[in-house]
């Protein structure tokens, strides 16, 4: 059972927030997946190696060279909001001030 | 802001351990630290941007970097080399077979919404280094692992009352995170790991340890606990920036846990932030809340595989690292343990020192580059690869001195002026003639004269005025212009005053 | 003269070649068609011009003796392959206003070709859904209507957009990708081809990614030879992608001609056995298997034992993977961000996915977050990864004796656009027979292999062993010329 409880604490490491019926609506969803997703249990894996990757190579390895100058122009052709002008022209991304 | 004037910090040598002296009797540092090193290679852990410090913002920046959609990591190669080189460094297991996890979480600075790291087989493990105490013992301090991941980029809050500004020139650089055993005992301790470790990153060359630049970052994890008692709950400081701080930071931690648990209180683990102003550990509000980071591997990359061949090969390409190096110098060289430790910390005065002994007395050497050469690199703030002196100009002084062709002061003046112009010793002997008289009939003539020229010092020495002596000295060294053997005009000036 | 825009790709640049009509005529043709049937809402975003263009140059090559090996061909791209230049929006409001400044290595690839993008086809939200009901611009219509009902019914999805327009001429092939089946299901509902290589065959580089583990770019085209035609042209090492298999390209189109006499075809008799399994979709079953052996295949009973656990470890990996693919989509470097003001960090990250994402992407994410969480990772992620590997293993255990496999793509024929489903796993049924090939990474296509008693198309999916392409497309081709009798043109079009 996926309560509501936990739909929240869920949603707030997805960064995602939602109405309180949609909250419920998620929990019984969310339960009713977890129900297919529990099916799993019936077989028995301790003896299984898990696969990762269908991939039969390991991972190639690239020389330390440097290929992309600077490409500040493209980084900043798709910024969004009203602050997007201001990005642009200190060419940093712009956020909420971050108080740490 | 608590008033820390009750709690002492004494350090009790002998021991080497700093207790923490509280209401209730003493308490112990645990402390681990967690070294966040940056790599040195050209381009990017899993992209190919430059990534040279102090770029404009935002330059150096590939679509990976910034997290574009569609945009896959490809892994550096020298990045990995470096990685082993630093393991074989730090006496650790390197595993063959390591994988590339993501760790969730959001921050601005971290555009791709996590970080691509290693969590459950990181490259290397199981190592240690050996640090050396206030008594001059050793003591040795495991290390638990270390792992390749990706840098984050770089926030800028103080700039706007409004706004934060992200710059991503450091997203993605390579990180070498090396994680130590809580097995320091003081804030010594802390800052004598942190400059060894330092010492072995350069000498390895995976990474210039400076952390003026950021390019080696340390969180330091601090507890406290009544010697014999379990562990206590520790908190991290995050990013300390000195050796000077993070000193200063564990003694702040150290004293404000004391005084919590002294009070009744319980320590809230929690990541905390050094404030150099004010001396003093704060919270951290932004990553207050419990984490949890799903790691999970990395579906876009696949399992880095090692072979014993590349180890072993890395092996050969290793320069002889520190601790080999103070055991070679104490062993083969009869240099002192202190000695060898101040030659052997910085690797560019190794190299200086091993290159001078190509022409001189190794201890004789030591001697003039601990003494003199960081004297007057010292006193004219240059560094030592600016200095006019050359290991060879050195070396070759220290075997004149030694061979006695010149007196010591005479040598000391060779090397002001060697240091000023850069001219080789036998040219400014020639030059000056300032070659050290050690002939006997010279020498003898020399004394003659002056104990002729000063009958009434000679009376007053011979009745009793023994300081004299070192009148006749300074006044055979005045007329020799101070080249004069002055082991040799010792002993012939005793000769002459007790014959006459 | 048969319309030029609804013949086959291997027709058509023969066609070219011989000069029976030029790359403008067939490009114009084609866009003709797609005007005409816009209310099918196969494409999110049209380049008609920029296509017009190209015929143009196509037309040069062609007179100057120098065509390219697909020189003119009109195809459609589904809005996850990033285009330079081209609003790229993976069908949802997240990415509405995202124009590339780089192109995907597959549109890349087909392009160098010599293809013509006509425009970027519609597609369920983040590739995440079984029907194109997800996609923030609206559904797309399956050009197909049942017999007796002129209900709107789905294309199926996520490749919704790609599927309707290769059926509806809209198009003479349609980039899609396949995760876990969102091209060969689509194409089952459409009464097109849809393929899906290996796994590492085509580079993901640029293709936006939802569980990286499991994407793969697939195709749909109109005849099984197009299918071989256009993978040749998609596949090819990528040193971009650290998932890209490093090996040649195969030569594909000749399997098409290749007698199957002799093939062993392997029928995994647990999933026919399966209780509710639609008899409909049971006979075109047993149909096909007689169709075969008339051609000379020997058939095999095999078995998939852990195929019923596929549902539930797809549900687990793949939301997984999203859950975190889906993170850097946060509104501060591109893609939409929320207009509210005075926010901090948190709620801006908060508002900007909240408004940006759909429900089922919600849903996924929320998914993907739950079974990575701590408390959780073992019994789920975990569990499902051990899962995968069984999965694999049944394949690999199946194909030691058999060269193939041969089992219904989906479960049903298209549904309705209004069909209500009470809970989203009913949806997820959808991918109960493509899934586990998805899982496994295995090639495997849909060919069209029967009309329901509604008339609308079914289709009949063969599996490979890894890097088989070639064989799946033989037994395929093989499996069209049965049918070749019947008609798999949507009427009106």
């Known amino acids: 059972m996926i309560t509501t409880t936990e739909v929240t604490r869920i949603a707030k490491l997805a960064k995602l927030n939602f109405t309180e019926s949609e909250i419920k609506t998620f929990s019984e969803q969310l339960t009713n997946i977890a129900n297919l997703l529990d099916e799993l249990k019936a077989v028995d894996c301790s003896n299984v190696e898990p696969l990762t990757s269908v991939c039969d190579h390991t991972q190639r390895l690239r020389e330390d060279k440097i290929t992309i100058s600077n490409i500040t122009d493209e980084l900043f052709a798709n910024v969004p909001g009203t602050t997007a002008d201001f990005a642009k022209e200190i060419k940093c991304f712009i956020v909420p001030k971050v108080v740490e | 802001m608590k008033n820390l004037s009750l709690i002492l910090i004494l350090y009790r040598k002998g021991i080497n351990m700093a207790h923490i002296v509280g209401n209730s009797g003493n308490w112990e540092y645990v402390i681990g630290l967690e070294i966040h090193a940056q790599i040195s290679s050209e381009s990017k852990l899993f992209s190919g941007a430059a990534t040279e410090f102090g770029a404009t913002p935002n330059s150096q920046v590939s679509l990976i970097d910034a997290a574009m959609p569609g945009m896959l990591p490809v892994l550096n190669k020298y990045c990995v080399i470096q990685a082993i080189k630093t393991g074989l460094g730090l006496n650790a297991e390197i595993n063959k077979h390591s994988v590339f996890d993501r760790k969730n979480y959001f921050y601005p600075d971290l555009p791709q919404g996590y970080q691509i790291s290693q969590f459950y087989h990181p490259i290397v493990q199981n190592g240690y280094i050996n640090i050396v105490l206030e008594d001059k013992s050793y003591k040795t301090i495991r290390i638990n692992r270390l792992h390749l991941e990706q840098d984050a980029g770089k926030s800028i809050h103080d700039q706007s009352p409004q706004y934060s500004f992200i710059d991503l020139n450091r997203s993605g650089i390579a990180l070498m995170e090396i994680v130590s055993e809580p097995d320091l005992r003081s804030p010594y301790e802390a800052a004598e790991y942190v400059k060894k470790l330092r010492s072995i990153l350069r000498y390895v060359g995976s990474c210039d340890g400076d952390m003026e630049k950021g390019s080696m970052r340390c969180d330091v994890n601090v507890s406290v606990r009544k010697p014999g008692d379990k562990l206590g709950i520790r908190c991290e400081i995050k990013n300390v920036n000195s050796i000077r701080n993070i000193i200063r930071a ?112 190794a201890k004789m050497a030591a001697n003039w580059i601990t003494g003199e050469l960081f004297g007057m690199l010292n006193k004219n703030s240059i560094e030592l690869d600016e200095c006019k002196i050359t290991p060879a100009m050195l070396g070759k002084l220290v075997k004149l001195l030694e061979d006695g062709v010149i007196s010591g002061k005479i040598a000391k003046n060779i090397f002001e002026i060697m240091f000023e112009s850069g001219s080789e010793p036998e ?74 | 003269m048969t319309n030029p825009a609804k013949i086959t790709i291997s027709k058509a640049l023969e066609s070219l070649k011989k000069k029976e009509f030029s790359a403008q005529e067939l490009t114009k043709a084609v866009i003709e068609n797609a005007t005409k049937h816009r209310n099918l809402n196969a494409y999110i975003t049209e380049t008609f011009d920029k296509a017009l263009e190209l015929a143009r140059n196509a037309d040069q090559n062609y007179s100057q003796g120098k065509p390219r090996k697909l020189e003119g061909i009109p195809v459609a791209v589904k809005d996850l392959f990033c285009t330079r230049g081209v609003l790229t929006t993976s069908g949802s409001k997240m990415l509405s206003t995202f124009v590339p400044t780089y192109e995907s290595t597959v549109s890349q690839n087909i392009a160098n070709h010599g293809t013509i993008m006509l425009g970027k086809a519609n597609m369920d939200e983040f590739a995440m859904g ?260 069984l999965i694999s293993e049944d394949f690999k255990t199946a194909f030691s004796k058999t060269d193939l496999l041969l089992l219904p793509t989906a479960p049903s024929a298209a549904f309705a656009v209004n069909e209500k489903f009470n809970d989203p796993v009913q949806m997820y049924l959808n991918d109960l027979f493509t899934i586990p090939a998805s899982l496994a990474g295995l090639p495997c296509i849909s060919v069209p292999a029967a009309l329901s008693s509604k008339g609308l198309p079914l289709g009949m999916q063969i599996i490979g062993p890894a890097l088989d392409e070639y064989n799946v497309l033989r037994a395929a081709a093989a499996l069209e010329k049965s049918v070749s009798d019947i008609n798999f043109i949507p009427q009106g079009y």
């Open chain 2, 250 to 361: 564990i003694e702040f931690e150290g004293a404000r846990q004391v005084e919590l648990l002294e009070s009744g209180q319980v320590i809230r683990q929690e990541t905390r932030l050094f404030n150099a102003d004010t001396g003093e550990t704060r919270t951290m509000r932004a990553k207050e809340e419990a984490h949890d980071y799903r790691y999970f591997p990395d579906p876009d990359l696949l399992p880095l595989v090692i072979s014993q061949e590349l180890i072993d090969e890395i092996k050969h390409t290793l320069p002889e690292l520190p601790d080999a190096k103070i055991t070679r110098y104490v062993k083969d060289l009869s240099l002192s343990e202190y000695d060898a430790e101040v030659l052997v910390a910085n690797e560019t005065v190794a190299k200086y020192f091993e290159e001078t002994i190509n022409y001189g007395n």
């Open chain 2, 427 to 500: 040219k400014i002997i020639a030059e000056k003639g300032l070659v050290q008289v050690s002939d006997s009939d010279t020498l003898s003539k020399v004394i003659e004269e002056v104990l002729n020229e000063n009958p009434d010092s000679v009376d007053a020495y011979r009745s009793g005025k023994d300081k004299l002596f070192g009148f006749f000295v300074g006044q055979v060294m005045k007329k020799t212009s101070g080249k004069a053997n002055p082991g040799l005009v010792n002993q012939i000036l005793k000769e002459k005053l007790n014959a006459r």
């Open chain 3, 130 to 389: 079984s029907s194109n009901l997800t996609s923030h611009f609206g559904p797309v219509l399956n050009p197909w209507k049942a017999k007796d009902n002129s209900a709107d019914l789905v294309p199926g999805g996520s490749s919704g957009g790609s599927s309707a327009a290769v059926s509806a001429y809209l198009a003479m092939a349609a980039l899609g990708s396949d995760t876990g089946g969102s091209v060969r299901q689509p194409a089952a509902f459409t009464g097109t081809v849809g393929m899906k290589p290996t796994y590492g065959r085509c580079s993901r580089y640029g293709m936006i990614a939802f569980a990286s583990s499991l994407d793969q770019a697939g195709i749909f085209t109109r005849s099984v030879e197009d299918a071989a035609l256009m993978q040749e042209a998609m596949m090819g090492f990528d040193e971009k992608d650290s998932t890209s298999l490093n090996i040649e390209v195969p030569e594909l189109v000749s399997a098409c001609q290749k007698s199957i006499k002799g093939m062993k075809v392997g029928i995994p008799v647990d999933l026919m056995n399966s209780p509710g399994l639609n008899s409909e979709i049971l006979n075109m079953w047993q149909n096909s298997i007689v169709m075969l052996k008339s051609q000379g295949a020997e058939i095999i009973d095999v078995t998939l034992p852990h195929a019923k656990y596929a549902l539930a470890t797809y549900y687990i990996i793949a939301p997984a993977e999203a859950s975190s693919n889906l993170a850097r989509y946060d509104g501060v470097r591109y893609g939409h961000r929320t207009e509210k003001k005075d926010l901090n960090i948190e709620e801006l990250y908060e508002y900007t996915r909240s408004e940006g994402f759909g429900t089922e992407v919600k849903r996924r994410i929320m998914i993907g977050t739950y079974v990575l969480s701590s408390a959780f990772m073992d019994a789920y992620y975990l569990k499902a990864q051990k899962m995968r590997r």
